[in-house]
């Protein structure tokens, strides 16, 4: 960049930096004037150029390609420091397909994940985005489809259990502000009015009002399909088969002038979407129950815990740990099975992700090792207690680290950083943070300028902690040190 006359400006008589002298220094102030707007709109006209023309093969010569979606339990999330999601594995299938790296940007709403698209910020959208008319006047429709539609989410009751709409008459719904709340309204007045619906103000999301069924603190909720069917994963007594809405189609999403992505991303989807590995991706989220089977203490009398408590009682002296803390995380993780290899493929006695495994020098293939499991979380609980030194109390600090074992430290930041913005103390779990991972599955909660690693489902980090403590107590009253 070209500056001129910078040295003692006087404000009153520069423009752009430069310093105007009589009559000949106005003309030049001119010309150049005239030359930065002229460089200005050739600069605009050749971006507009480049968004218009690049496609696939302007993708392919970069090697990246980036998707826009929406921090989601069923579209891209962060879960054990792994990025993870439905629609992030099928988009980084069909990356990987053109071989292309796959990089994600998030946006706040649909909305702007459409804005980001047209603005060139992204070169697809990887999110079941609905197809609208208005819609097409300047995206391409493609790649992965779907067909979303809103349901009753009600907990199994044999003969009880609701299944025509016309049965929700005299029945008491609670749901969320918005499309849910108004489709309940629009339903009760097409059944000539009956249904008692509540409209839950607090800060919980539909994923609380889901887990509330399951629990029967209320007795029915709504949520579109993906969500409903991914949520009874994690609550095996729900029954989420009654629509209550037509059915919305939609898909992902390109501009108007990618017709190569767009084509390759419909070639992609038709070869695939009846494929083992979609339908091994279908089964993880939205299948496969995310419990594990819980068996009681193998034997009081001996005074043993598991099959493994010798190498508990090794390893915990590294950390200066009760044994019986490290017991109760392996029943908490993996239930004292060394072959079970959970949902999101954490692998082991103490479940850890082949990532965590490999960065904690666990060889390849023996990450079900029970000694090589239980010395790598040991390595990996030191490594994490020492990111959150500033917990000074000893005691408060196991809470954190057993948070951050489940979730990952980046949620945990994240809900420490919302405790303080919000008036709490961020150094202490009860009640304090641990009501922040909670709210961490609350848009309004995750998309706060202090969050950082987006959407998580905090209920199953929530548990964990008050389950593995409640756990580690009954151990110390039982068993003997």
Known sequence: MLIIGMAGINPSNDTFGIRVRGSGGVIALLLFAFAYLLLSGCHDNREKGRKSSYDLTQMKDSGELTALTLYGSTSYFIYRGQNMGFQYELGERFAESLGLKLRVETAANMQELT??????????????????????????YCGEKMITFQVIVQRKNGGKTLK??????????????????????????????????????????????????????????????????????????????????????????????????????????????????????VKRYFEDSK????????????????????????????????????ASIAYAESNFDTTVVSWSGAKGLMQLMPSTARAMGVPSGKEQDPEESVKAAVKYIAAIGKSL?????????????????????????????????????????????????????????????????????????????????????????????
């Not at 919305?248 to 979407?273: H, I």
């Not at 390893?315 to 803390?325: G, P």
């Not at 969050?451 to 580690?472: L, P």
Request: proline letters at 2%; hydrophobic letters at 35%; charged letters at 30%.
């Open 115 to 140: 804005r980001k698209l047209l603005t060139g910020e992204g070169d697809f959208i990887a999110y079941g985005l609905p197809i609208t008319k208005e819609g097409k006047d300047s995206l391409l």
């Open 164 to 281: 025509d709409v016309t049965e929700l008459i005299g029945k008491e719904v609670y749901v969320k502000p918005g499309k849910h709340y108004d489709r309940l309204l629009n339903l009760n007045e097409e059944l000539g009015g009956g249904i008692t619906i509540h409209a839950v103000n607090d800060s919980s999301t539909v994923e609380d009002l889901i887990a509330k069924v399951a629990q029967g603190k209320i007795p029915y909720t709504v949520a579109d399909n993906d969500l409903a069917r991914l949520n009874s994963t994690y609550y095996t007594n729900l029954n989420v088969d009654l629509a209550i809405s037509l059915e919305q189609p939609s898909s992902w999403a390109v501009r108007k002038e990618c017709t190569e992505l767009a084509a390759a991303a419909d070639k992609w989807y038709k070869e695939n979407v009846t494929s083992p590995t979609y339908a091994a991706s």
């Open 291 to 326: 419990l594990i089977s819980r068996s009681s203490i193998l034997s009081i009398e001996e005074g043993r815990i598991s099959y493994y408590d010798d190498l508990f009682k090794k390893y915990a002296k590294a950390i200066d740990w009760d044994w019986r803390l490290l």
């Open 389 to 481: 030194q500033m917990i000074k109390d000893k005691q408060e600090r196991v809470n954190f680290v057993l948070a951050a074992y489940n979730s990952g430290l980046g949620h945990i930041y994240d809900a420490m950083a919302l405790t303080e913005k919000y008036g709490k103390d961020k150094l202490l779990w009860e009640d304090n943070v641990e009501e922040f991972i909670l709210l961490k599955s609350d848009e309004k909660y995750f998309t706060d300028p202090v969050c950082k690693n987006g959407y998580f489902h905090g209920i199953e980090t929530y548990n964990f902690v008050r389950d593995v403590m409640a756990r580690f107590d009954y151990y110390k009253q039982v068993i003997k040190e």
